[in-house]
């Protein structure tokens, strides 16, 4: 399943970011590639207040950043995304605490995730992956493991 997530909404509720960092948005969509490229899904994520000129989507691998011009919301673009959708949008989960997103993604058949709900699932998965990458680096050999392979593989050059 691919989530569209409102950005401003999750990164206070990401240990770490804060809204008022000046690379807060950037801070974020750094902390999605990795969650990406673990879990293999796919986030559209929406920030809204885009810069003069900045508006518009960005591709980033598996994560498409939607900057919203300013005038609009994240909220309300998402809202639109989701009716443009139709049936399809019951393939995607919207991760937003915002009542009124939450009440467009019920309309449209859309699964919801709380931004708290996403962040511990953010936080699990980067964990997880973290215990794993440690689990699988291999301890350094032994001096008698170098001998051993040492003496091993002399006695095949004789033969």
Known sequence: MAYIIDGHNLIPKIPGLRLDSP???????????????????????YFDNAAPGQAGKRSLGTVAVYFVRSG????????????????????????????????????????????????ALLRSTLTRSRASEKEGLESPLGAEEVEEWLRLFRSKRSE
């Open 23 to 45: 690379d807060d948005e950037h801070q974020l969509v750094e902390v999605l590639q990795e969650f990406c490229r673990l879990s293999r899904k796919r986030v559209d994520v």
């Open 72 to 119: 609009s919301t994240a909220d309300e673009a998402i809202r639109q995304r989701l009716f443009k959708m139709g049936r399809s949008a019951r393939n995607w989960t919207v991760v937003s605490s915002d009542q009124r997103v939450q009440a467009s993604a019920r309309q449209t058949g859309a699964q919801i995730l709380t931004a708290e709900g996403f962040s």
